[in-house]
């Protein structure tokens, strides 16, 4: 059990992570301020560091990870491109950012309930990312 839900766990948190990079990366190309663009930048440094320890720590169960929901990545996508062309500014990027944000913490905190029995590792390296989420919310607050 133990194996099982760490393993399930940290798939969701590889999901979330890459969603998270993709996100950023989305929105890079139209950021104004060089103090939003510096938190993106940061926020996806951070995101890949754990990225890469989330892909070690499945690699321990010889486990590939998993993408993205592509139906939620394809939705993102439009959402963020229709908003932004339909007023590119840093508040929208924001905006963007705090519901992108909000939504993988609480999914995350609902997989940390839903998968109980993971080990500490994984139970670790899902709460450095939600802090991460709510980190990256606090700093874009004052775009929006």
Not at 100 to 122: F, H, I, Q, T, W
Request: hydrophobic share 35%; charged share 35%; net charge negative.
């Amino acid at each position: 059990m133990i194996e099982q839900d760490t393993i399930r766990l940290l798939r969701e948190c590889d999901a979330g992570v890459k969603m998270g990079v993709t996100s950023i990366d989305d929105v890079l190309k139209y950021v104004h301020s060089d103090t939003l663009k510096n938190s993106l930048v940061s926020n996806r440094a951070e995101h890949e560091k754990l990225r890469a320890e989330i892909e070690q720590q499945l690699e321990r169960f010889r486990d590939e990870g998993k993408a993205p929901n592509p139906i939620a990545e394809k939705m993102s996508w439009v959402k963020t491109n229709v908003m932004l062309t339909m007023h590119e500014s840093d508040h929208t990027i924001a905006s963007l950012m705090t519901d992108g944000c909000n939504m993988g913490v609480k999914s995350l905190n609902r997989y940390l309930n839903e998968y109980k029995a993971a080990d500490e590792v994984s139970k670790d390296i899902t709460k450095r990312l939600i802090k991460q989420e709510e980190k990256l919310t606090a700093e874009v607050r004052a775009f929006l």
